[in-house]
Each structure stands twice: as C-alpha cells, then as structure tokens.
C-alpha cells in the first residue's frame, strides 16, 4: 500500500563498480531515501490509525474491538466485505441498507478536517483520547442537573447519525455528563449541526478502547429513527427533543374533540394490487369490528381509489372509486405519478364524511385498531429513513422545488410519503393539487429523477406539505413495522410486507441471500399467492413474520373462490364482508 524502497542485486553492483568518490555521495542518498520512506510510512501508519478510529461515526454506529458490528450492517443484501476505504485524502462511508430505521447515505469526513477539530490530546495505546478535566467534568454535571429530566438515557441503545464532536477526542465520566455536553453544545457558525443525539461507551469490559468515548452527533429528525438496543450493545444514548411531548396533555388534546373518525383510504393499478387490495379490505373490516366492539373507534369508512381510468371485477366486494391516470406520456411508465392525481380527483368527486383521512397502501395489514393520532391539526405520518431533503448532496434539487432553504429549513421538512399519513381532510384538500405538480415537477428534472428514483413521488409529497403548511408532522414509528428488520408485534397498528423474507430451514435470517424458507410479496406480481402458504421454519423467532404469512392465509381462506383465482387472477367469486 505505501511506497518501499527496494535496493536490488543490480543497484548493488552498481555501487561497488562506482568509483571511491561516489560512494559516499550514493551513501548519503540511499540513506536519505531509506530515511525518507520511514518517515512517510509512520506518518500513513498514524493516519490510518485515525481512519480506524474514525469508523464509529462514519458508520453512524459504534462498532468496537470485541466484535459489536456499526448500524451500518443491518442490510438486506449480501454484505461484500468491508464498505470503508481511503480516496483522496478522505475516509468515506457507503451503504446499501434499505432498513426502516439504519441509515443509507455517504457521509465524508476529511482527515485534515478532523485533524483541525482536535483539542489537546495525548496518546493512549494508538488512540487520541482527550485529557479528562475534572472541573469541566463537574461543569457539565451540573449542566446536566439544569437540564434535569431531558437527557432521555436509554441504556444497551446505540444511534447513528453526523457527527459533531468526535468520541475519541471526548472522554468523559459519565453518561450524564456526555448528555449535558450535548446541551452545551455551540456549533460554530448558525449553518453548523447542533447536538441532538449523543451516545456512550460506559462498560470497561465491552468498550474497549472505545471506553468513556462520548460522541456528539445529529440527526435532522431524531424521533424518527429507532436505534439499534439490546443486551449486547454496550452503549448508552439519548436524543434531545426541543419539543417533546407531554403524554398526558396529548391524551387530553386527542379527547376534547368527540368525532375523530379517518376515512381509511388505498391506492390501486395492477395485478399485484388487486390481490393486496382483498388482503388489505379483510383485515380492515376485522380489526374495525374489534374496535367498535371495544367501544369508541376511530376507524370510519373505506376507498379503494382505483386509479386505471375503468372499473374492475372487485367494485362490489370492495367501496371503490375510480380515478383517470394520466396520460403515458406523462409518467413514461412510471404509475406511481398518478397517485397524486387520483387523490386530486378523489376529493373533487367524492362524498367523504368523515373529517379526518389515514392514507394507507394495499401491503398494509392491520394488526389492531389505530386511534386518531392527529394532536390538533398536526398530521401523524410514519417516517422514512431514505426521504432525505435536507441532506448535504440533496439540499439544492429540494431548492429546485422549495426556492432558497438553509439546512435548518430543509429539516424541517418531515421525512414521510404519503402512506401512512393521517391529516385532516381540509388539509389534504390543501395540498394534493401541489403534491401532484410537484410529483410531475420533480419526474421532469433530470437531477432529481436520477437521485430521487422510485420514491420521487414520496419527496413530492413531503415537500408539498412543507410548501402548503401542512404540518408539523408528527413522526410515529410505531404506526408501522417492516418485517424481517421489525420483530416483534407490539405496539405497531400495521404491518408492511415489502421486503423480502428470507430463512434457512433451521430459522436463521439470511438477509440478501434467497432461503430455503422464503415469503416475498414480488413472486407473486402477476398472479395471487395460493392458499395456505407454508409456515416458517420453527426455529425462526421473528413475530411479525410468522403473523404475516398467518393472516395472508386467514383472508385468502375466507375469501370465496380463492384457488381459482390464485390460478387464473380472475376473481369470480366475492366475499361479503361477513366474518
């Protein structure tokens, strides 16, 4: 990798046939040379240390010498070795995750920048590690007891994010303390990150080098990621939350209004939504007659908005209403676009009675009864890891759609698309003409095509809600899991089957790899999946996996004419929608 120099048999006989005056001459260069290369080679050795060091908060996780693996692993493809590497003087960080709740963006850090960030340090078995002070240390205790009850300590927790102050140059005494440095935080300038996100190393055994590391990070939407916890992760983290919640005053603000009922609406085109849709509509009226059972229920009524421009067989079996796509030259086979105008058309020929509106998709399974989430008239939408706008090489293609933001002002556009998302119907009403033409704006721009791809339309929407007042949107994980990376049932309202589910016959995941045992709604694009689909493997322990294919073959058994339709994609026969 580094320059060596090599003295060869032929330089040697070089130098003994020169003549007696040379020699010293030659001396003197061969040991300069000699001298030189040493030199260089501990210097590249010194910044390869730092780029080691660095990997924690390049990838956004904490990984360290005892074999706790960064966030950045979580894949759903196969892992192709390590994704750190040296170019140009920098240390980059790729990933290919896909992961609900892991990040998938390259983050650059240069060496000569993190060099310059440095404080005084000292040299610990390779590491820079700062010098505790025990005055700061008690200057930030006491800070901490100021900010007293919003450190928001989350033991065996670890998060990703940007980081702003660097764990191997932060040394401090306790969780506590890194929660107050957090606090105090100044960035340098108004545009900098500020510290929202703080994670520590406080276990001796499990940390390793990395322990007392705190390391300060940020992230444009702190609420919307889950972290990476669990007996084996040997951080401890908290996020600052500027507005926080108080539980109890939503709960009071939720009550006052007595009708809070959402009409629940899906999207549909195509083969594969047509069955998904039948899914879908059995478990809405299930769960529905579970919450009305249970005494008030918010769920309301029930769209398909079919957006194919003519009716099809399932009109009776499912309340539809029939949207004109947009012409092919358009979209260009990109159907997605005509989402937003179906929505558009919807609300100018439809009788919606209910005030508010939860906008879902056909791979949506209900699993329990989901109150109105609304506080006052702030949306409840489920975030996106991948809807990015603020991000570093995002910023001017969201500018093209916005006009000028700063960085701050682009995180305030929420990271969501438009299911799910529960808003009112006057705002909905609002914004979904600006939802389309932003959606067919951004489709038209060359940059943003390529950058935004397949979730172009999801950018429309959140812009257009920023754009239109439509928010703050409240960002709620648990509206929604996403098997295989989500596990267990509780405290999620729906389940997305969108990503493939793959296990060896013992029950082992095998993310990226086809399994012997496997579930993805995608091999049945063109034609239903057959009743009684085949359990998992016993020893697999994801939850919501095991419902999945339980509640795919409770509705298609209950539902009429199943195995024909499995085998002709015609349905001709209907449920009634009695249980």
Known sequence: MFDRTVITPRLQTRFSSASQRAKPHLRTVVLAVITLTVLFTLSSVRHLAEAIAARHSLAGGSGDENGQKPLAYTQDVADKGSPYWLQDGAIHRSTTSVRGNAPNETVKATLSQHLQQRSEVKATGGYAVESINASRQQDLLQASQAKSGNCNIMNNT??????????????LASAEACCADCHSYQPSTSEDLSCNVWVYCGDKD????????????????????APMSGGEIPWTAGILLAAAQNEAATTQMMEEEVDRQYHVVITAQGAATHWQARVHYYWYIKVKEQCE???????????????SGHPDELMDEIPSFVANPLPDENHKGYVVLNRPYAFVQWLQGAAITEKYVFMSEPDH?????????????????????????????????????????????????????????????????????????????IFSDEQANKEWGWVLEMYGFAISCFKEDVGPIDLHLKMMSQPPWDKKLDPYYLLHYTYGNDYTLEGEFTPGKIGAWRFDKRSYSEKPPPRNLGAPPDGMKNELVRHLINALNEATNHIPGWDEYSATGRAMQFWDGKL
Request: glycine share 8%; hydrophobic share 40%; charged share 15%.
């Open 158 to 171: 670890d998060y990703w994010g940007e980081p702003v102050k660097w764990g191997s140059n932060n040394k």
């Open 293 to 307: 059972a249970a005494g008030k229920c918010d769920m309301g009524g029930f769209t398909r908005l079919l957006h």
């Open 365 to 441: 399974i209900w699993l329990k009864p989901m109150p109105n989430l609304m506080v006052g008239q702030r949306p409840a939408s489920f975030p996106f890891f991948y809807i990015e706008p603020s991000k570093t090489e995002f910023l001017s293609i969201t500018q093209k759609f916005t006009g000028p933001l700063s960085r701050k002002q682009a995180e305030q556009i929420a990271p969501v698309g438009n299911a799910p998302t529960l808003l009112s119907l006057a705002q909905l009403q609002k914004m979904a003409p600006m939802w389309m033409n932003t959606s067919m704006a």
């Open 206 to 225: 499990k940390c390793g080098n990395q322990y007392m590391d705190c390391w300060l990070k940020h992230l444009a939407h702190p609420a919307a990621v």
